[in-house]
Each structure stands twice: as structure tokens, then as C-alpha cells.
């Protein structure tokens, strides 16, 4: 059962609301730094390695041990728009698994990669493969944005899919550094015309 718990984990149907943010990638296409197949994947592609796997990657791996580090994740966000997300993903993952029997999450506020931890202990899911998971729904996540926001084809998104999967970066706790993610971010927060929540 832990294959399809994990499954269950990485399928876009979670209803976290991953799908109403975009995790500065608007802010991208705003700015034109993002404008078709091409620059979408560079984009994604750097975020995914430039900070998913340098620090989100590490902190959630020591979550997966029982390591209590959701204030540090949560000190770590740069922007209020990517603490407003993970924190309203954490609650919503929190509040799921209760309704699903899986437990209570011990806190108050929990980050996405906290609840994400929580649900994996629970439901026995093999470390290594819930950072594959987690590694696959954000990548999912941000493609569908690009696909809607760009926009791209279905086809061109899968190809995208195909492609950073198969250049899934190691962990490495070597911190983040997305100055761009983070400038960009910030000025998604006001931007007039948008579609996603970050």
C-alpha cells in the first residue's frame, strides 16, 4: 500500500491547491524572462535546481528522519507570497490526512514539506521515494502552470516533463540561491493581471 499512498502523495487530484500557484513562474512570464518552450524549461529548470533540491530538498529529507525543522523552512521563504503558499498547502495536507485517519500533524502552522514528512512517516513510504514524489509534484505543478500561463501545448509540457525528470537533480545542502525567483516573487505580489496566487 505505501506505492500507492505515494501516489496518492504526488497526484495533482491532492487537494492541497498546488494548481492555484505558480511559485514566481507568473511573475516570469510577466517580465518576459519567460516566453515560450524553451525558456519555460530553463526557468523551471533552474528553480529546480537552484533552490528546490539545494534547499528544499535537504530540509525535507531531515523531516522525512523526524527532524523537527518546519520554523526553519518557514523562516526560509523570501517572499510573503511563498510562505503564504506553503503554509496554506501544509494546512490543507494537515487537515486531509486528519479527515483521512492518518493522523494529526503536531503543528500549528505546518509547512508543505512538514505535513508532506508527516504523511510519508505515517503511511511507511521509503524516504528516497517520497523525495522522488515531492520532486515530481512540484515539477508537475509548475509545467501545468507554464502550459496554462504561457501558454504551451499539452505536448510541449510533457516533453518538459520528460526532460527535467531525467536530469532530476541529487540533493545537495548547499542552500538556496534564486535571487531571481525571489525578486521576481516579490513583484508578482502586486502585480495587476493575474491568474495564480504566487
Same mark, same amino acid.
Given at each position: 500500500?505505501?506505492?500507492?499512498?505515494?501516489?496518492?502523495?504526488?497526484?495533482?487530484?491532492? @487537494?492541497?491547491?498546488?494548481?492555484?500557484?505558480?511559485?514566481?513562474?507568473? $511573475? $516570469?512570464?510577466?517580465?518576459?524572462?519567460?516566453? *515560450?518552450?524553451?525558456?519555460?524549461?530553463? #526557468?523551471?529548470?533552474?528553480? %529546480?535546481? &537552484?533552490?528546490?533540491?539545494?534547499?528544499?530538498?535537504?530540509?525535507?529529507?531531515?523531516?522525512?528522519?523526524?527532524? *523537527?525543522?518546519?520554523?526553519?523552512?518557514?523562516?526560509?521563504?523570501? !517572499?510573503?507570497?511563498?510562505? !503564504?503558499? !506553503?503554509?496554506?498547502?501544509?494546512?490543507?495536507? +494537515?487537515? %486531509?490526512? +486528519? *479527515?483521512?485517519?492518518?493522523?494529526?500533524? /503536531?503543528?500549528?502552522? /505546518?509547512?508543505? @514539506?512538514?505535513? &508532506?514528512?508527516?504523511?510519508?512517516?505515517?503511511?511507511?513510504?521509503?524516504?528516497?521515494? $517520497?523525495?522522488?514524489?515531492?520532486? #515530481?509534484?512540484?515539477?508537475?505543478?509548475?509545467?501545468?502552470? $507554464?502550459?496554462?500561463?504561457? /501558454?504551451?501545448?499539452?505536448?510541449?509540457?510533457?516533453?518538459?516533463?520528460?526532460?527535467?525528470? +531525467?536530469?532530476?537533480? =541529487?540533493?545537495?545542502? =548547499?542552500?538556496?540561491?534564486?535571487?531571481?525567483?525571489?525578486?521576481?516573487?516579490?513583484?508578482? =505580489?502586486?502585480?495587476?493581471?493575474?491568474?495564480?496566487?504566487?
Amino acid at each position: 500500500m505505501s506505492l500507492a499512498r505515494l501516489l496518492q502523495l504526488a497526484s495533482p487530484t491532492l @487537494p492541497v491547491g498546488a494548481y492555484s500557484y505558480s511559485g514566481g513562474l507568473e $511573475a $516570469a512570464i510577466e517580465a518576459g524572462v519567460v516566453k *515560450d518552450a524553451a525558456s519555460a524549461e530553463k #526557468w523551471i529548470g533552474d528553480v %529546480l535546481e &537552484f533552490s528546490v533540491c539545494r534547499m528544499e530538498l535537504p530540509i525535507l529529507e531531515r523531516m522525512l528522519e523526524g527532524e *523537527d525543522l518546519n520554523e526553519a523552512f518557514l523562516a526560509s521563504r523570501e !517572499t510573503a507570497e511563498l510562505r !503564504t503558499e !506553503t503554509v496554506q498547502m501544509g494546512f490543507s495536507l +494537515k487537515k %486531509l490526512l +486528519k *479527515d483521512l485517519g492518518a493522523g494529526d500533524v /503536531p503543528l500549528d502552522e /505546518p509547512s508543505f @514539506p512538514a505535513a &508532506f514528512a508527516f504523511a510519508a512517516r505515517r503511511w511507511k513510504i521509503e524516504p528516497q521515494a $517520497a523525495l522522488q514524489a515531492y520532486l #515530481w509534484a512540484w515539477l508537475e505543478n509548475q509545467v501545468m502552470a $507554464a502550459v496554462k500561463a504561457v /501558454p504551451l501545448g499539452q505536448t510541449e509540457g510533457q516533453k518538459m516533463l520528460l526532460a527535467l525528470s +531525467k536530469a532530476f537533480p =541529487e540533493v545537495k545542502d =548547499e542552500g538556496n540561491f534564486a535571487p531571481g525567483l525571489a525578486m521576481l516573487s516579490s513583484k508578482h =505580489e502586486t502585480q495587476y493581471s493575474r491568474l495564480f496566487r504566487s
